[in-house]
């Protein structure tokens, strides 16, 4: 079956960075387009960024700042996310997800599958 599992998180200071890690089982990696979401508490899950399934084209949200970068390795299956310059705006649960096909999507409904998510949380 499909696995997603994300890594990387933790407790960190504002300022810092942290490069999470999205694995992926169960799927020809290179056939899928990959999203990163993310949920704080009280609020609804949010695009953060998608990579096309040749890692060549790329969507960040407007609201995401340029701290964020998003690269994956098709040899590897895994997708990850470089954040910077970390502040406490940023604490939320981080989520990958796979979507079938070449393009990238902003919208949850879009994916066909997720993990199960890895917490930031950023202390000030």
């Known amino acids: 079956q499909v696995q997603l599992v994300e890594s990387g998180g933790g407790l960190v200071q504002a300022g810092g960075s942290l490069r999470l890690s999205c694995a992926a089982s169960?799927?020809?990696?290179?056939?899928?387009?990959m999203g990163w979401f993310r949920q704080a508490p009280g609020k609804e899950r949010e695009f953060v960024v998608s990579?096309?399934?040749?890692?060549?084209?790329?969507y960040y949200a407007a609201s995401v700042p340029g701290r964020f970068t998003i690269s994956r390795d098709n040899a590897k299956n895994t997708v990850y996310l470089q954040i910077n310059s970390l502040n406490p705006e940023d604490t939320a649960v981080y989520y990958c997800?796979?979507?079938?096909?070449?393009?990238?999507?902003?919208?949850?409904?879009?994916?066909?599958?997720w993990g199960q998510g890895t917490q930031v949380t950023v202390s000030s």
């Open positions: 997800a796979a979507r079938t096909g070449t393009y990238i999507a902003t919208m949850t409904r879009q994916y066909d599958y």
């Open positions: 990579i096309d399934r040749s890692g060549t084209g790329t």
């Open positions: 169960g799927l020809t990696f290179s056939s899928y387009a």
